[in-house]
């Protein structure tokens, strides 16, 4: 299994991402998979997951801003990421639930 994301980088306030999680050794349409986030002085947290049948689920930081989707031709997970703020900086990594499996993340930081 190899989760590797990409689109991570220096983005000004207010500006726009969209984060790449692509997978093999699973399928990302069969597992629930969710994106998170680790920023400084903070626990690891929850930005967005999505379940097999497509149920989405958001941090409430995320609400509004954020939109988790899903690409199974590709066999890919993305993160578009609206109205950063310079609180968004941090290390964005994706996650296989049921396996407890993370990628390495790819760093967003945001200058205000």
């Known amino acids: 299994v190899q989760l590797v994301e990409s689109g991570g980088g220096l983005v000004q306030a207010g500006g726009s991402l969209r984060l790449s999680c692509a997978a093999s050794?699973?399928?990302?349409?069969?597992?629930?998979m969710a994106w998170f986030r680790q920023t400084p002085g903070k626990q690891r947290e929850l930005v967005a997951s999505?379940?097999?049948?497509?149920?989405?689920n958001y941090g409430d930081f995320a609400k509004g801003r954020f939109t988790i989707s899903r690409d199974n031709a590709k066999n890919m997970l993305f993160l578009q990421m609206n109205s950063l703020e310079a609180e968004d900086t941090g290390v964005y990594l994706c996650?296989?639930?049921?396996?407890?499996?993370w990628g390495r993340g790819t760093q967003v930081t945001v200058s205000s």
């Open positions: 996650y296989i639930v049921p396996l407890n499996y």
């Open positions: 050794g699973i399928r990302v349409g069969e597992n629930f």
């Open positions: 999505i379940t097999r049948g497509g149920v989405l």
